[in-house]
């Protein structure tokens, strides 16, 4: 167990400040909080993102930050050690069965280690057998009589009989067990919401991972149960007594604390950013009731804003909150709802498609609403490492990178060797995934690849870019360690823990110490010395390109600024913007005449090259 730093270094604001980024991944989770306990050793949080997994240790190192004067790095420090995987993961009666079935198929057995072969193809079939007893009883029934009937004849047509038995045996089983997974996978799963555990205790107790999640983040806050659930307000305001209703947006520059996170809305086919800003959103009290604790439903109940007509929808419908109202543990929710494992997140808006013959049973003239499904922000985006970025930093954002090892099936001794960080201006090396060329695996493992390319190349994407690769350290964990191993020993967990406050250690290091030599030599650089003069080169290689296509797009534009088609410009927009377009032509004219080895060595360096360019704001 790695040795709990001095309390009292976290009882001021450090002078340093940062964000941090933090992948999804699960388990692996449990590599953040000492991580962020180091980081906030030498930096105060300003930004925390994540996806997944991610969004809960950027929402507890929000909520630690803003408890700091409070022990919230000593709560958070001493988390691992109280992590209870199993009571976290609690199915609903309905879909119950399905959850030992999962663990069989992952290969994880029930002392964390991992199954393979023919040990892991019989655990999935105990796992359906004990799952649903009665289908294997009815099942195995015609085949077992016709062995019975085969012993008892005690002769050749006996030994027929006996053959064919065990064969309808198998082949009843296999139908039987097969009908019954089937209506659980087409019924009871949509039923509850499409996945296994609702995230609250079907039982009405205080277990469950949202509960849990909705605990520790009011703990690590340092708020009472009359000043919580945390809000986004008290983030942005670094108060305690914030009430809702009192602010209105913040500026995510002037925020005390600015949380982000991902979430994907699959109906839409896109990632939104969380908190969501836009009161187009509404949610149905009675489901998000067995989502959410009732302290929660009572805070978003409290901030909703009325709308009449939202409530006589069937079914009655309230607007979500301004986004500085929602508590955080909604947003985190909707992050990390893990695709079947975790149920997903209905909302509901105003469509403005053709109404469907379903939609006859609402009022005539009253507004028609579309159902939203919000699932794992990691289907989307598990590694949104540009979350905070501006075109030059102004504090360091770091990022938490997960991976996992080529070959080794036991981690290294020293933990600096399962970690992977960029020390110079090199390349990180790239993710890989390895794909057998024959059999099953074969098939599984390409399907596979598929998934992740479609689902991570704009992350990794980002992994060998100038200015954001030396700001990456890579966890690495081995096939039985985080993932959906939900039965990690304490002994694992712990090692993953002090593995996540080395990494962070590492990197800190890495920006810290002057390891950079001037040319001169008279004196060294540190690393975020390096990384913003790298961003700052980056930047400046994309703008002969970037200014280009300004002007030539500008020269096609012809249109007069008194008589546009549409948008047009108030007041002293239209001089503001004239003197932006003026400022921009005229730099792309300076570099017209400068010659080609010049540009060239503004432009090809630093590598590999990136672009400037307008994305949306998700």
């Known amino acids: 167990m790695a040795t709990l730093p001095e309390s009292s270094r976290w009882k001021r604001k450090p002078v340093d400040q940062c964000d941090v980024v933090m992948k999804g991944g699960i388990t692996s989770g449990v590599i953040y909080p000492r991580a962020l306990v180091e980081l906030a050793r030498h930096y105060r949080f300003r930004g925390m993102g994540g996806s997944s997994a991610g969004a809960i240790g950027a929402a507890l190192g929000a909520a630690a930050e803003f408890g700091r004067s409070r022990g919230g790095f000593a709560r958070l420090y001493e988390l691992p050690d109280q992590l209870d ?31 393979t072969g023919f040990a892991r193809a019989l655990a999935i079939v105990g796992a359906i057998a004990s799952g649903f007893p009665l289908a294997s009883i009815l099942g195995l029934l015609p085949g077992v009589g016709l062995i019975i009937a085969g012993a008892l004849a005690d002769s050749w047509p006996g030994y027929l009989l006996i053959t064919s ?30 996945g296994i555990c609702r995230g609250l205790d079907p039982s009405g107790g205080d277990d469950g991972l949202t509960n849990w999640l909705s605990t520790k983040l009011d703990l690590a806050a340092g708020l009472t149960a009359e000043e919580g659930p945390l809000r986004f307000g008290h983030l942005w305001t670094g108060r305690r007594n914030f009430r809702a209703g009192s602010i209105g947006d913040i500026p995510p520059f002037e925020r005390s604390i600015d949380l982000r996170m991902i979430s994907t809305c699959l109906s839409r086919s896109r990632p939104y950013e969380m908190p969501l800003k836009a009161r187009t959103f509404l949610y149905d009290p009675a489901v998000w009731a067995t989502l959410f604790p009732p302290a929660v439903m009572r805070a978003l109940d409290d901030a909703s804003p009325d709308d009449p007509e939202a409530a006589a929808n069937t079914p009655p419908l309230r607007r979500l909150p301004d986004a500085a109202d929602l508590p955080v543990i ?57 979350l905070f970025d501006a075109p030059l930093p102004g504090r360091p954002t770091f990022a938490i990178n997960l991976g996992s090892f080529s070959e080794r099936t036991e981690p290294f001794e ?22 057998p060329e024959s059999g099953i695996g074969a098939v599984t493992g390409f399907a596979a690849a598929i998934f992740f390319t479609a689902r991570d190349w704009h992350d990794n994407s980002h992994l060998d870019a100038p200015g954001y690769r030396d700001r990456i350290v890579r966890v690495l964990q081995t096939k039985t360690e985080g993932g959906l191993n939900l039965t990690m020993s304490p002994d694992v967990i712990d090692r993953l823990a002090d593995r996540g406050q080395v990494a962070a250690r590492e990197i800190v290091t890495q920006f810290r110490e002057k390891t950079y030599p001037t040319k001169s030599e008279k004196k060294t650089h540190t690393g975020w010395d390096n990384h913003r003069w790298v961003r700052y080169r980056a930047l400046l290689a994309g703008m002969p390109a970037f200014l280009g296509g300004f002007v030539r797009g500008h020269d096609a534009l012809d249109i007069d600024f008194d008589d546009v088609p549409s948008y047009e410009f108030d007041g002293r927009a239209a001089d503001l913007a004239r003197l932006i377009t003026d400022g921009l032509r005229n730099t792309a004219f300076a570099i017209e005449p400068v010659n080609e080895q010049t540009t060239a060595n503004l432009t090809d360096a630093p590598g590999p090259p990136t672009v400037i360019r307008r994305v949306p704001q998700i």
């Open 330 to 386: 909604v947003a985190t929710r909707m992050s990390l709802s893990f695709p079947l494992l975790i149920a997903a997140v209905p909302l509901w808006s105003v469509s403005y498609r053709k109404p469907s013959p379903d939609d006859a049973a609402q009022p005539p003239g009253a507004p028609q609403y579309e159902k939203l499904w919000f699932s794992d922000g990691g289907l989307a985006s598990n590694f949104p490492v540009h």
């Open 165 to 194: 038995g065990a064969v309808l045996a198998i082949i009843g089983w296999i139908v039987a067990v097969g009908i019954r997974l089937g209506w659980k996978l087409t019924r009871s799963v949509p039923a509850n919401l499409f």
């Open 85 to 115: 995987l199993g009571s976290l993961f609690r199915p609903e009666r309905s879909t119950r069965a399905l959850l030992p079935i999962l663990m069989a198929f992952t290969g994880f057995r029930p002392d964390g280690g991992q199954r």
């Open 414 to 435: 020293d933990q600096r060797d399962n970690i992977v960080l960029a020390r110079d201006n090199l390349s990180l090396q790239p993710s890989y995934q390895a794909i």
